[in-house]
């Protein structure tokens, strides 16, 4: 069984594109995206500012289970929208 969640690198196409899939996307749309060789080159960025905060031990009412919780706390934002493209994939039903 695979259990990995979010966002899997799955391969390589023609050894010069990365391929990622995402399970929570339609599947019939793609999304291309153009990565710099410098942080100058970036469309998106992705800022962590608290990277991981653990709450104390708390138990569970019903069975007593000791628990924790995580949280963390990150800004997003697109800077150069030209980076990416979508792509929807029509006539698949016809091959």
């Known amino acids: 069984m695979n259990f ?3 966002v899997q690198r799955v391969g390589s ?3 010069r594109w990365q391929v990622y899939k995402n ?6 749309v793609i999304l291309m995206g153009f990565k710099g060789s410098s942080f ?5 960025v992705y ?3 608290v990277p991981l905060i653990m709450t104390p031990v708390i ?3 019903d069975n ?10 990150y800004a997003k934002k697109m800077i ?3 980076f990416y493209g979508r792509v929807v994939v029509e006539g698949l039903d016809d091959l």
């Open 23 to 28: 399970p929570y996307m339609t599947t019939n």
């Open 80 to 82: 150069r929208p030209e």
């Open 40 to 44: 100058l080159e970036s469309g998106a």
């Open 59 to 61: 138990y569970d009412v």
């Open 47 to 49: 800022s962590p500012y």
């Open 4 to 6: 990995a969640m979010g």
């Open 13 to 15: 196409f023609g050894q």
């Open 64 to 73: 007593f289970t000791p628990r924790k919780g995580v949280m963390t706390r």
